[in-house]
């Protein structure tokens, strides 16, 4: 294996899955592999190139940013341009020598970059960063409902379920996209070696992915320093990370905050802020801050309170919290609950359940029991922190296995 071809929709950090092919392709190039960086979507990462990687940006826009919703709905089923520009791209290399590297196609990619790939005969290596292998919404979640999807991906009752967080018309352009996918994309006939971050994640998986398919766990790494356990003030509030949708459960830290009486804290933004507000009247909105300020937020926090409705695969967040010391209430629907131990370095509690979830907080109202859990939650972590090493370890091995199977 000398050359990697890292496949995202995107060349700069705005999300956690761009961070971690990113952060991935750095890592990969630290020790000694070419890499090459393929995104329809720029600005490139600067580090990217100042680490000696070649770049392939297409300078398109994303789904959200498509000139139209119909040309963004076509270029998202089956995107022309960057079909014919990574079918360029690989047929210049050894498939002897080369192993590609995707991390997502959903936003900009689209199916046809699938099939580019499975059309060139170089190996692969998929990471799951969601469910778009085998759910059309990417998430198993029936967001009107508000409550996890049982249906067969694909199957008439999904295909004619309202499942999607926005509009009847875009369940639509993701059926279509998703019957693409394996149709004329042939995903499912390329899919033999992933990486998976949760045992949630692969356990949801499992049952849609083919028979001989190859899975390999490698943790998300994250970029933290070790500061100490945080000093958990006794007038420290509860602190709400993310997005501010129906799926993140903001509303039911809101409700449960406000029956214990705990000062809640709300970092993030989103389609429900106007009316998280009027819920929490009383909580601190600071919108989405930079990473420094998110970092001194959390160290200033008593608890994260992580209510995710949704089978959340590998929340960057509660690793962020364990390292800093600071205890997390989890949802026991989410891969969160598996880096947590109930009791010891957090609390788990029932999903979308306000009794559950305020007692949980009530209990934390305690300040020794809060420092406890805290200190608890630093030493687990630091014993063994996700670095980026860690990760690029077995990053490395999986795309051996895969050019050589």
Known sequence: MKTIVVCYD??????????????????????????????????????????????????????????????????????????????????????????????????????????????????????????????????????????????????LACITRNCDARALHHKAFRVARHGALNSFGKFDKALRHIIYISELQLR??????PDDVEPQYAPNPIDVADDGPAPIADDAPFLFVGRFSREKGAFLAAEAAG?????????????????????????????????????????????????????????????EALANGVPIIVSDNCAGAEFVTDGETGLHVASQNVDSLAAAMGRLMDNDKARSLGKSAYDRYWAAPHTLDRRVDVVERALGNAITS
């Open 259 to 319: 029956r214990v009486n705990a000062p809640m804290q709300f970092v993030g933004d989103g389609e429900l802020m106007d009316a998280l507000k009027v819920a929490a009247p009383a909580a601190e909105f600071t919108g989405w801050v930079a990473p420094q300020r998110a970092t001194e937020l959390m160290r200033h926090a008593r608890a994260l309170v992580f209510p995710s409705l949704w089978y959340e695969c590998q929340p960057l967040t509660v690793l």
């Open 10 to 155: 995107y060349g700069y950090v705005n999300g956690g899955a761009a961070k971690v092919a990113i952060l991935g392709a750095l890592g990969l190039a630290a020790r000694g592999y070419r890499v090459i960086y393929f995104a329809p979507v720029g600005p490139m990462d600067e580090r990217l190139t100042a680490a000696g990687i070649e770049t392939i940006c297409l300078d398109q826009q994303d789904l959200a940013g498509a000139s139209s919703p119909l040309r963004g709905a076509l270029r998202g089923i089956w995107n022309v341009d960057a079909a014919r520009r990574l079918t360029s791209l690989l047929g210049g290399l050894d498939a002897k020598s080369t192993v590609i590297y995707q991390h997502g196609w959903s936003k900009a990619m689209s199916p046809s970059c699938q099939r580019a790939i499975a059309k060139s005969g170089i190996p692969s290596l998929y990471y799951m960063h969601e469910y778009f292998a085998a759910c059309p919404n990417g998430a198993f979640f029936d967001y009107p409902a508000g409550k996890n999807c049982e249906r067969a991906p694909m199957s």
């Open 204 to 209: 949801v998986m499992r049952p849609w992915l």
